[in-house]
């Protein structure tokens, strides 16, 4: 495979062992699985699933922050515990995702079980002087670490722009540099505590992911993604503390998945302009949704529009019809077609195309191999369209 390096700035060979060991960085559950969450999931999964194809054994890891400043809040604003928030909105987010036929995790960690893994880490970073405290709280100083910014490649002014809208405080005082991070702080009165060597209080956001993946997977993993809105400060942020502590590349791979827009407007809580999954579920075939997400470039984002499900849905019915017929053209073509395709930074829109193709002349009644339908099936599953399920009579618009 061939696959787009972040921190390269490149679309690169991705040659993993026969163990692939992938991080994906996963939800803070306070809040319904929405558009862009299954674009990132389902991009992920198609690597999964090549990489399957390929011969390789993934193991894929996804986090659950389940203690952070978003589900805290969103706890405190319901009046319920935060772990019980957590737990029911875990529920319908695995719930959404194995509609859309993702490939479960190979291993879930919580960031209220990785407590003593953040610990240790922190204490190591402390032992190795890349920490300072400062009214019981504990940050990473980054002039420490000479390699802050080479994920992303931005400058400071741009750094510190995307650290105060993505959950930083540059303009903290009790900063020595405007872009050093939390790693662990004092808890309020009404969060969780734990106790540790650098005061009574709870982690910070990034340095959860770091051990939660260095517990499950090592020091140096393959692959590590998740959106492009996670770049920085997250993932530079990861970068810098697992690098520093360990004195080894952190990932091998750097995968980054663009965003999602409503009818011209980005996406956002905050505007109530949300697409939930959940929803499209229950009026739409999921494997609709999949090809509907698949017909962008997961790097370029997209904006999506409710008539966007309609064009989905209409290949979904020919694929299906076309899958049950008796003879067609030879199918080998087609999933040589979309193996190339997966491997060319994951271009699904060809993908899609060469589905599209063998349905046609299917359906036109040209070829008489009888292997035809059968190969369609096998192209489409690479792509995690099941073919040989029944098509619901009020989704099919087949022509």
Known sequence: MNLYDTARSEVV??????????YVCGITPYDATHLGHALTYLTFDLVIRRLEDLGHEVRMVRNITDVDDSILSKARELGIDYLELAAREMDHFRADLAALDLRPAWSEPTATGSI???????GRLETKGHTYTVEGTTFFDVSTWDAFGSITGFDDATMRTFAAERGGNPDDPRLRNPLDFVLW???????????????????????????????????????????NDLTFPHHECEAAQSEAANGQPFARHWMHVGMVAYEGT?????????????????????????????????RAGFEWFDYDIDDAITRLGRLVTAARRSKGPNPAPTLAAVRAALDDDLDTVAARDALDLLASGILSGAGDDPTAAAGLANAAALLGIRLDATLPESWSRTT
């Open 185 to 227: 702080q004092a808890s309020a009165d009404d969060e969780p505590s734990w106790d540790s060597p650098f005061g009574p209080g709870r982690p910070g956001w990034h340095i959860e992911c770091s051990a939660m993946a260095m517990a499950a997977l090592g020091e140096t993993i393959d692959l590590h993604g998740g959106g």
């Open 266 to 298: 980005k996406m956002s809580k905050s505007l109530g302009n949300l697409v939930f999954v959940r929803n499209l579920r229950h009026m739409h075939d999921p494997r609709a949704i999949r090809l509907a997400l698949m017909a962008h470039h997961y």
């Open 116 to 122: 003593d893994a953040m610990l240790d880490l922190i």
């Open 13 to 22: 060979p991705f040659e993993p062992g026969p163990i692939a060991s992938m």
